[in-house]
């Protein structure tokens, strides 16, 4: 059986449902789990079983500070060694990310994959073309981003997630090999083109302002986004590589129109 963490997550129920279309016996673990799901919280570690589990997909539980983070999949990794996992597959952070802010815990997390004594797969996903479109701010009837002219290698959850989907289900091939997937290079220019509206670049300053005024935001998060904002703007996070269109054997997805989808689902409807 298939084991996809996080599945009431964005990318794990994705996962999940991919490798459902494939005809693949999964299930999904979840710390709030719905129907047929396996109760999984990283912070219990009495619920950590995963006897009878062929291959763990481990969605990294990114949502928290680093120490946090990593301590979380040492406990899930220490629990597949107890119980005979045969396959773990990891979702990382793509290989250019290793400046921004929240890779420290990707690559801790990657070295206890690998000291784990189970076999194993690391996809290195580039940032989500969801995410892009989604951290434009909307201000009157234009755009605003700290990106600059900077360009992202974008890529869609969907197919992200149809990639963990094919090798979870046939993970031998994949063993031992680190895929970078990374997709095609989108600017806010273009989003914003696409939309037929302008972009204005703001400073990093004033967008680090904007994100400390944010209300709800952890504290570890305006750090984490202001990173992103950097590596795009300067360039660090435009570089292409073919795993992700090797692995889904055809043309991914625009990132472009996933990015517009995302902008306009967050544009602000006019009063009435």
């Known amino acids: 059986m298939i084991l996809v963490t996080g599945a009431n997550g964005n990318l794990g129920s994705a996962t999940l449902a991919a490798l459902h279309a494939r005809g693949a016996h999964a299930r999904g673990g979840s710390r709030t789990p719905g129907e047929g799901m396996r109760r999984l919280d990283f912070d219990d570690h009495g619920s950590l079983d995963l006897a009878g589990v062929s291959t763990l997909v481990l969605i990294s539980a990114g949502y928290a500070e680093d120490d946090q983070v990593a301590a979380r999949h040492a406990a899930v ?6 119980d005979g996992v045969g396959h773990v597959v990891y979702t990382s952070l793509t290989t250019a990310g290793d400046h921004l802010g929240f890779a420290l815990a990707h690559r801790a997390t990657e070295r206890l994959v690998r000291a784990s004594g189970l076999p194993w797969t690391i996809l290195r996903n580039g940032l989500y073309a969801e995410l892009f479109g989604a951290l434009l701010m909307w201000a009157g ?9 900077g360009a992202l290698a ?3 959850r969907a197919d ?3 990639i963990a989907a094919v090798v979870a289900a046939d993970p031998a091939p994949h063993g031992s090999r680190v895929y970078d997937l990374v997709g095609t290079p989108i600017t806010a220019g273009e989003v914003a083109g696409e939309l037929g509206v302008a ?3 703001i400073s990093l300053g004033e967008y680090r302002h904007r994100l400390l005024e944010t209300p709800g935001l952890l504290p570890f998060q305006p750090p984490m986004l202001a990173s992103i904002a950097t590596g795009i703007r300067h360039g660090f996070l435009d570089g292409t590589a073919p795993d992700l269109t090797d692995l889904l054997g055809r043309a991914a997805r625009d990132p472009l129109a996933t990015a517009v989808a995302a902008a306009s689902a967050a544009r602000p409807r006019a009063s009435v």
């Open 154 to 156: 974008a890529v869609s």
């Open 77 to 82: 990794l220490d629990a597949a060694a107890r």
């Open 141 to 149: 009837d234009g755009v605003e981003s700290a990106f600059g002219d």
């Open 160 to 162: 992200l997630a149809e």
């Open 199 to 201: 972009h204005r670049s």
